[in-house]
């Protein structure tokens, strides 16, 4: 009996999680405030004791639960709304490195030491201070770099060649089936794909791991390869 009250309590615990992370939105890791991690932490705690503890009843556990998640998403809503409460619970970003110098008060300011700064800098690719022009402490922490302007790496708007807009690629057939609505976004249909399978000489849609529709009407169709050798080179 006690194991089925545990097993109740945790698929409880990880529903009530999964409605709300759905609730508070997607952010990555990488994008959490400090604010939104000391939540994350606080909500997971109590699911936690809750799977756990046989004295913590299950409304309570739920409802603290449930509290956390709007006062996120109530913080939330605020800060989109209000610039200086955006301020207050996210923080601005701080510049550490200004014209090729380093601004060692913010560096005090933020308890971040030169150690921490040359790490994220050879993270970045800039093994030489010297090669940035710009640093600033994101409100989630990272570190965003700006090169100095010869350091700058080459883009394709450096030259003067003729440029095409980038578009999104649709998955037109996945695992085997046609994605109908894909075609329809993209103005075409399935008389048209199956025709451009056969000019490709392609096996049967079921035998298809992946077709993609990209720029300039182009179709690339990926077949299952069945038990292929792997190349173990990375290993």
Known sequence: MQILDIVLRSVISVAVLFLLTRMMGRKQISQLTV???AIGI???SIAGEM?????????????AMVIYGLISVLIAFCTMKSVKL???????????????????RNLRRLRYDLNDLLLQARTQGYFDLSDIAFAVMESNG???FLPKAAKRP??????PIPLTEPTLTANLIVDG??????????????????????????????EILLATYGGEDTLTVYP????MQEQRVLE
């Open 35 to 37: 604010f939104d991690y």
């Open 42 to 44: 606080s909500i997971g």
């Open 51 to 63: 799977a756990f503890s046989h004295e913590l009843p299950y409304l309570e556990a739920v409802l």
């Open 86 to 104: 955006r301020r207050f619970f996210t923080g601005i970003p701080v510049v550490i490195i200004q014209n090729g110098k380093i601004v060692e």
């Open 142 to 144: 990272q570190i965003t």
């Open 154 to 159: 080459t883009v394709a708007g450096d030259f």
């Open 177 to 206: 089936h046609i994605m109908r609505h894909h075609l329809q976004a993209v103005g075409r249909d399935e008389v048209w794909l199956r025709q451009r399978l056969q000019e490709q000489h392609a096996p049967p849609v079921k």
């Open 224 to 227: 299952r390869q069945g038990d």
